[in-house]
């Protein structure tokens, strides 16, 4: 099983609409939670932290629930900016480091 | 802009070669990792570097190396390079090692091998 896995995509959805992003990751030992946005052929950038209370930031609503080891992203009135990958990202302890591991990430197209 | 760098942008080696890759981190940040991206995947970890010691290390062969100097900017190595090795190599540096410190990329560098 991989460590983060998300929904496969791509996921094409027309302006204004509001969409949403699974994640799922196995260790329970994960300690910080992340949504990244990549453009083609760029690097990540960082979208958003989540925390256990949900947070949001304008569009954006992320959610942690621990139990279930889920997180999800929700994009509102989806822009055509907004199309992109969106990679799922959880920092797992390795030794004394913390490694970022990535899902492989959900491709949204946005479309007139 | 999230200030971190990366040198060169592209790249292209053929087997056996060897590869240096650079990164300078973000001004205050003393922790660096690097990160493969294949096409199609998300980055997965090779290592990081904290305050010139290797800080964790992901399932990567040993011909996959770094450094770290005092000033915090990180090189990654490698040896006898392989078709499989053509990836998008991302560094990223932070506060700290620990897992509450957000982690900031730079632009990454392409290299493809033939």
């Known amino acids: 099983r991989k460590e983060v896995e998300q929904d496969p995509g791509p996921f094409n959805v027309p302006e204004g609409a509001t969409v949403a992003f699974n994640c799922t990751y196995s260790?329970?030992?994960?300690?910080?939670f992340f949504w990244y946005r990549q453009d083609c052929r760029k690097e990540p950038k960082l979208l958003m932290s989540?925390?256990?209370s949900g947070n949001e930031d304008g569009r954006f609503t992320a959610q942690l629930n621990r139990a279930s080891q889920y997180i999800s992203l929700l994009i509102r009135d989806s822009k055509l900016s907004d199309s992109a990958t969106y990679l799922c990202?959880?920092?797992?302890?390795?030794?004394?480091?913390?490694?970022?591991?990535f899902g492989t990430g959900t491709r949204l197209q946005v479309t007139l | 802009e999230t200030g971190v760098t990366q040198s060169p942008t592209h790249l292209i080696k053929t087997r056996g070669q060897q590869v240096t890759l650079r990164c300078s981190s973000q001004?205050?940040?003393?922790?660096v990792s690097w990160y493969q991206q294949a096409l199609g995947q998300g980055p997965q970890f090779i290592f990081q570097y904290y305050r010139e010691e290797e800080n964790g290390r992901g399932n990567f062969p040993p011909r996959f190396s770094g450094l770290q100097f005092p000033n915090y900017s990180s090189e990654l190595n490698v040896n006898a390079l392989e078709l499989d090795d053509s990836a998008l190599y991302l560094c990223?540096?932070?506060?700290?090692?620990?897992?509450?410190?957000?982690?900031?990329f730079g632009p990454g560098t392409r290299l493809l091998v033939l």
């Open positions: 260790n329970s030992a994960s300690q910080s």
């Open positions: 990202a959880v920092t797992v302890p390795t030794g004394t480091a913390s490694k970022l591991t």
């Open positions: 001004s205050g940040h003393n922790t």
């Open positions: 989540v925390y256990s």
């Open positions: 990223a540096s932070s506060l700290g090692p620990t897992g509450g410190e957000t982690q900031y």
